[in-house]
Nanobody, 132 residues
């Protein structure tokens, strides 16, 4: 079964930066789409950024475009999200999920899965808190 581990969250002041990472501890994700999602208290989970691991195509939602950068490592096991110029509204629990490459990266971001592919449930995620 797929296992994804999120890390790197923390507390940062508005305008600061953080990098969160999603690592597959089971197998490389060469032919998958990997997405970062976030859920703020009392809100629905939303897609943030997604990447096609096979060709590097990326997608960013409007809320974070120009501030966040998604990237993959050469082993195709880790996807990082560099977050700059953080705002209080970015405060949320950040989680990652994957799906086999059958559609564009944008599609995964647009519709967060109820249950992530290859997993029984969403992982613990990593909490990002931005103070004003």
């Amino acid at each position: 079964q797929l296992q994804l581990v999120e890390s790197g969250g923390g507390l940062v002041q508005s305008g600061g930066s953080l990098t969160v990472s999603c690592t597959s501890t089971t197998y490389p994700l060469d032919y998958y789409i990997v997405g970062w999602f976030r859920q703020a208290p009392g809100k629905e989970r939303e897609g943030v950024s997604c990447i096609d691991m096979s060709d590097g195509t990326t997608f960013y939602t409007d809320a974070i475009k120009g501030r966040f950068t998604i990237s993959r490592d050469s082993a195709k096991k880790t996807v990082s999200l560099q977050m700059n110029n953080l705002k209080p509204e970015d405060t949320a629990n950040y989680s990652c999920a994957v799906e086999p490459k059958r559609r564009p990266a944008q599609a995964l971001c647009a519709s967060p899965p109820r249950r992530p592919y290859g997993m029984n449930d969403w992982g613990k995620g990593t909490l990002v808190t931005v103070s004003s």
